[in-house]
Structure formats: C-alpha cells, structure tokens
C-alpha cells in the first residue's frame, strides 16, 4: 500500500471516530451578518506536536484571541507524517468556523512538492499568515574552515560527496538541500539525521559536516562559540536578527521561508474568514503581550497578512517549491 492511501485510511479511519470534527455540515454560515459569532469553542488542531514551533504559536495565538472573540480557542494536536494527517483529515470539515487548523507552510507547501501529499492551500481557505520563523540557519562547527555559503558550496563541488550535510527528509530543510543541489551545484553527501535536535547533535557529534538548526535552537551554540552560522534560509533578513546573512543575498533562489498560517475547510463562508483575519491581526499587531512573547521566545517580530495577502504569498511559496518537484519525489 502506497503512502497516499495510507495516509487516507488514517484520515477516512479518524473522521469515523471523531464525526464531530470531520465532514459534518456540507453548507458553510450562511453569508452577511456574522456578528453572533462566534457563539460556542472553537477547535483549533495543530498539525505538529507540542513544544515545537508550530505547536508554540498556534497556542499562544489561541490563549490571546480568546479575549479578543469571547469564546475559548482549544487548540488540539492531530500529528503524523510532516503535519498531512491532520489536514488530509479536516480539509473537508465543518464549514462553520468552529474548526480550524494551526499548521507551518514549510508542510503545508512542502507536502506537495515532495508528493507527501496531493493538495495545497488551495484546498482550505486560508484565514492568515500570523508569523514568520526567524529562520533555519546552515551551521558548521567553530573549527570548521567553511566562514561563508561559498565556502561550503565551493568544497562540495571540489570534493564531490565527501562532506556530510545533515537534514530531515521530506521537510524544509531538505528542499533547501536539492535547491543547493539542482540551482547552485552543491555536491554534498545528504545525511537523514531527523529533526532539528537531532541534527545538532550530529553535528556537534561531528556525524555531519553541516546542517540547518531554527536559530531558537542554535542560538546558545553559536553564542558560545561552538558553532558558526553561515546565514538564514529566510529570503531577506531576519528584522530581530539582521547581523544573520540571508543565502539567498548569494544564491537568489536558495530560500525557504516557514510562515505559520491558519487555515479553514474550504467553503467556510468568507464573512467568518475576515472576521478571524481581523482579529488575529489584532492580536499580532497590537496586543503586547504577544510581541514580547514571540520576540523572546522565537526572535520573531509580529507580522501579520490579510485574508488575499495570506493566498498571495503562499501561491508565491507553492510556485518556488514546485520549481524543484521533480527532484524531490
């Protein structure tokens, strides 16, 4: 049995079990006068597990629109297989406004270009772009003769399949990978080492050469000295962080920028949609809370889209990683 059918028997096997969250209603709130809602929970499933970023600012956006809406926001994780299970389950859920998902665009995008999954935003209606992460950074250890990207990508090209470079395979960082190989001509020897703890550790374990860490994560390293990073995956700098070179100020295509969005079953009706937008912008951009907690946790500052700027830059991300689909299945 293939992957994709897998991954439906999963979803079709959870939606038996939990009716209450999948399929349900087949005609969304009717259009217009939505100022009743919303009038009871809403269940906000977060596509990757507790303690990661995702799984972070999902449940602190959660905690801060309650005030904001007058109703609790239960924010549940449903994980499994770079965050696919969860929205192959509620794609197709209630149209009422009273689910919505809490995902990364790094899977939401990448599922597809990988062909982990067959659809894209396309198949939600996208509520928000609600943050941007400070960035995967490629890192090398402090005694490493690689200062820039050049200099990493000049030695793969000179010694071909020699240095090891650690990554997690279907996810952003090993997009970036093929990018490195198919735009730039790296030659690296690309490593499966798991997720971004574990990749750190092979890296300080001297397992692999070099390897790309979310800068929360890397920051004590790099501080210490035990750790070099040679810049960000992000397509411009980080706005906390602009001393951190992007990779993409070298190579122009060599980005992968992770945006944690929300999302709605498709046909949730739009009035519902602009309501959540405006106040989920509310929190992002005006609630100090929020900014102190993302700033010092995360090194994110607040930044927020609306509803058609949110559809606009994930069609620009889904056009940048389908570029390179035909590597990475």
């Known amino acids: 049995m293939n992957l994709k059918r897998i991954l439906s028997t999963i979803a079709l096997g959870a939606c038996l079990i939990t009716a209450a969250g999948c399929g349900g209603s087949e005609e969304g709130a009717s259009s217009g006068d939505v100022s009743k809602y919303p009038d009871k929970p809403i269940n906000l499933v977060v596509t990757h597990?507790?303690?990661g970023d995702t799984d972070y600012n999902a449940r602190l956006l959660a905690r801060l629109l309650e005030k904001d809406l007058g109703q609790s926001v239960v924010a549940n994780n449903v994980t499994g297989a770079n965050g696919s299970i969860a929205l192959e389950q509620y794609k197709d859920g209630d149209k009422d406004g009273y689910t919505l998902i809490a995902t990364n665009t790094a899977a939401l995008i990448g599922n597809k270009a990988t062909g982990l999954s067959d659809f894209s935003y396309e198949a939600f209606e996208p509520v928000a772009i609600y943050g941007k992460q400070a960035?995967?950074?490629?890192?090398?250890r402090a005694d490493s003769p690689y200062n820039t990207i050049e200099d990493l990508v000049n030695a793969s090209k000179a010694n071909p399949d020699t240095i090891k470079y650690g990554v997690s395979m279907g996810g952003g960082v090993y997009i970036a990978s093929v990018i490195m190989d198919k735009e730039?001509?790296?030659?690296?020897?690309?490593?499966?080492?798991?997720?971004?703890?574990?990749?750190?550790?092979?890296?300080?374990?001297?397992?692999?050469?070099?390897?790309?860490?979310?800068?929360?994560?890397?920051?004590?390293?790099?501080?210490?000295?035990?750790?070099?990073?040679?810049?960000t995956l992000l397509s411009s700098r980080s706005e906390m962080l602009p001393n951190i070179p992007s990779l993409s100020e070298t190579y122009p295509d060599l980005s992968v920028d992770t945006y944690y969005v929300i999302l709605a079953p498709k046909g949730t009706d739009p009035a519902i949609v602009e309501k959540l937008n405006k106040a989920i912008m509310k929190v992002v951009k005006e609630n100090?809370?929020?900014?102190?907690?993302?700033?010092k946790m995360n090194f994110q500052a607040p930044w927020c889209l609306s509803v058609e700027d949110t559809k606009a830059e994930l069609q620009k991300q889904l056009d940048h990683f389908m570029k390179f689909s035909q590597y990475l299945k």
């Open 184 to 231: 730039i001509g790296a030659k690296f020897n690309v490593v499966d080492t798991g997720d971004a703890s574990n990749r750190l550790t092979s890296l300080l374990g001297g397992h692999v050469d070099a390897t790309s860490i979310p800068y929360s994560g890397a920051k004590e390293y790099i501080e210490s000295g035990q750790l070099k990073s040679l810049g």
């Open 288 to 295: 100090p809370e929020y900014k102190t907690e993302v700033e």
């Open 49 to 51: 597990a507790a303690g």
């Open 135 to 140: 960035g995967e950074n490629v890192v090398v």
